[in-house]
């Protein structure tokens, strides 16, 4: 299934989760107002492009010329460049090499997790008359996610992964492999550092980590099928405890 076809679903996903259970009202609207994917999000893709579908990358990508865009001439070869080469994705010959380079770096410790399955798979199911979707890096005899991270350490790595709700993620895939196919799947994460030497890291989903993301996933699908109920999605002041200003948890 197409991206486009894919995000035009309204069906609750794992990263839909993350924005609903800190505000209904934002998830609302980045719903009906969809954001523009970020510098960091296009990289991204290019690697999961590299290392996950190797024959999209000429079809989705094309390397853009090193002109100064600022100047007359730079400005005319480009515009040649992009219709020489319309409906593909520029990027820059830094982006490229490094996105290369992390792709060799994935590929020479992890490659072995990355034959034999479907990449990029998408899956719909139902809960309770919930409509969900996922769509995963890669199901093969587990499923598996590649995430390119600054962190440099161990104590980060895990920080980042709690934050960005990677385990509201896993519990949701695991659902989604088992609702569509009957298969319980272990989760794993293939890690890589941005930053030279494209250092891998490859770490399973442990239980605890699980279990306190399926408690989150379904907190979220309760919630969603609320708001969907009563056509209300309240905003932030309806996700605080209390109406005092406290110190936070961490002081």
């Given at each position: 299934m197409k991206d486009e076809e894919y995000f035009?679903?309204?069906?609750l996903s794992p990263s839909g989760a993350k924005v609903l259970l800190r505000s209904p009202a934002?998830?609302?609207?980045?719903?009906?107002?969809?954001?523009?994917?970020?510098?960091?999000?296009?990289?991204?893709?290019?690697?999961?492009?590299?290392?996950?579908?190797p024959n999209e990358v000429d079809v989705r990508y094309a390397l853009a010329p090193d002109v100064d865009r600022r100047t007359t001439v730079g400005k005319e070869a480009f515009?040649?460049?992009?219709r020489e080469h319309a409906g593909k994705e520029a990027v820059s010959v830094e982006d490229w090499d490094k996105a290369h380079?992390?792709?060799?770096?994935?590929?020479?410790?992890?490659?072995?997790?990355?034959?034999?399955?479907?990449?990029?798979?998408?899956y719909l199911w139902e809960r309770d008359g919930v409509l969900l979707k996922s769509k995963l890096d890669y199901v093969g005899a587990s499923i598996v996610d590649i995430k390119?991270?600054?962190?440099?350490?161990?104590?980060?790595?895990?920080r980042a992964?709690?934050?960005?709700?990677?385990?509201?993620?896993?519990?949701?895939?695991?659902e989604a492999v088992q609702a569509v196919e009957g298969r319980k799947l272990d989760k794993w994460f293939?890690?890589?550092?941005?930053?030279?030497?494209?250092?891998?890291?490859?770490l399973k989903a442990g239980q605890e980590f699980i279990d306190r993301g399926r408690a989150?996933?379904?907190?979220?699908?309760?919630?969603?099928q609320a708001c969907n109920e009563f056509g209300h999605w309240p905003g932030l002041a309806s996700r605080f405890e209390s109406n005092e200003l406290r110190p936070p948890r961490w002081a």
């Open positions: 035009a679903l309204r069906r934002a998830y609302d609207w980045e719903r009906l107002n969809p954001r523009e994917p970020t510098a960091e999000l296009k990289f991204g893709k290019l690697v999961h492009c590299l290392c996950l579908e515009a040649r460049w992009a380079r992390i792709r060799d770096a994935v590929m020479a410790e992890a490659g072995h997790m990355l034959t034999g399955g479907e990449a990029e798979k998408a390119t991270t600054s962190a440099e350490d161990e104590d980060a790595l895990t992964a709690w934050t960005y709700g990677y385990h509201i993620s896993a519990a949701a895939y695991q293939i890690f890589v550092t941005k930053q030279a030497p494209h250092q891998v890291v490859v989150k996933w379904d907190s979220a699908v309760r919630l969603y």
